[in-house]
């Protein structure tokens, strides 16, 4: 059985609403950051890092959350939500997906850092300009790879949309929603996904 360590807003999201889109059974056991329950020692034991999400499947642990879509779609989605390996297709959607975590996430990451998960003492409020900037510019370039195409990788839906989409999300809670009317309607697409709204009642009621 899968079991997902996560908690509500968060990239808990991601993996749930992956598992849903396949029509996975599995665990969710949710952790309240407000209770501390994310350094306890019995999670501390599954990872040292205090994060979510994680993924427990059979005697793998992931805690990285592209890693972890990439090993359900290969083991679940049966080719649905992947490319096969040595195809451009995949090497298409591993751009899309690398280029999410380190350029359209991280701003994001750094101002949710500076305003809330780093020390008072360590935060810095002159980097939310330039944060914002970054992010930004990594719209456009998301712009410009996305086109005219449905989805980020073509016709079909996968695991780099799960990706993309919910940090465009994160992206509008920080109140920076993309200007460009491509990303606009790619949101308004993705937010009629069932599998998505059954995640988001999965993240908050368990």
């Given at each position: 059985m899968i079991t997902i360590y996560g908690a509500p807003n968060t990239r808990t999201l991601r993996a749930l609403w992956l598992l849903e889109e396949v029509g996975a059974t599995y665990q969710y056991r949710a952790l309240d950051f407000s209770k501390g329950e994310s350094q306890s020692a019995e999670f501390l034991a599954i990872n040292p890092a205090g994060k979510v999400p994680v993924m427990v499947d059979g005697d793998l642990t992931l805690t990285e959350s592209a890693a972890i879509l990439t090993h359900l779609c290969d083991k679940l989605s049966y080719g649905n939500l992947i490319p096969k390996i040595n195809t451009n297709e995949r090497s298409?959607?591993?751009e899309v997906c690398y280029f999410t975590m380190t350029e359209l996430e991280q701003p994001l990451w750094l101002m949710a850092k500076h305003k809330f998960a780093l020390p008072k003492s360590k935060r810095v409020a002159d980097i939310f300009d330039t944060a914002q900037w970054e992010y930004q510019k990594a719209c456009q370039l998301l712009s410009q790879k996305l086109g005219d195409k449905p989805y980020v990788i073509g016709a079909s839906f996968t695991m780099a949309d799960?990706?993309?989409?919910?940090?465009?999300?994160w992206g509008q809670i920080f109140k920076l929603p993309p200007t460009q009317d491509n990303l606009q309607q790619y949101l308004q697409n993705i937010a009629n996904r069932p599998a998505l709204h059954a995640a988001r009642r999965r993240e908050t009621t368990s």
């Open positions: 298409r959607l591993n799960i990706l993309v989409s919910q940090t465009l999300i």
